[in-house]
């Protein structure tokens, strides 16, 4: 259930809640045990749903400190050049980058020369990416 779903559980139960306050408590006995048996099924519907929504927040708080942890790390380590994300060498780019592809994933690979095809193109060892011939290493 999403925050919506916890919102009209809660919604329904006050709605209940406004019928208890018109019935006539001494005349219609067996109508409020039926209304507070449906405001106690409302009431656990939408406790139900505020479980899910925070466990979705739980969720994406630790998405987000897994972000700002990668945000960090790529101010501190990497430096972009050409389309391509280097380790930062004082200051400067240095050697071969990091497979995009990969570091799209969250995935750091550094590119090498596939010695293994004719002209030595640079990949990614993982995902194979082929990055061509030249260009790729840094200035
Ligand atoms: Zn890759």
Do not use: W
Not at 42 to 60: C, T
Not at 75 to 99: M, S, T, V
Not at 102 to 107: L, R, S, T, Y
């Amino acid at each position: 259930m999403d925050i919506a779903g916890a919102i009209a559980g809660v919604t329904a139960a006050l709605g209940l809640v406004k019928e208890l306050r018109d019935i006539n408590a001494q005349l219609d006995q067996a109508e409020l045990k039926l209304k507070i048996a449906d405001l106690t099924t409302a009431l656990s519907d939408a406790k139900l749903g505020l479980v899910d929504v925070a466990q979705s927040l739980r969720d994406k708080d630790t998405e987000i400190a897994d972000l700002k942890k990668l945000v960090k790390y790529r101010a501190e380590n990497l430096i972009d050049q050409q389309g391509f994300r280097y380790p930062n060498k004082d200051g400067k780019a240095d050697g071969l980058p990091y497979c995009p592809a990969c570091e799209a994933k969250g995935i750091f690979i550094r590119l090498a020369q596939d010695r293994n095809t004719p002209g030595h193109p640079f990949k990614c060892p993982s995902c194979r990416a082929d990055y061509g011939y030249n260009g790729v290493v840094a200035r």
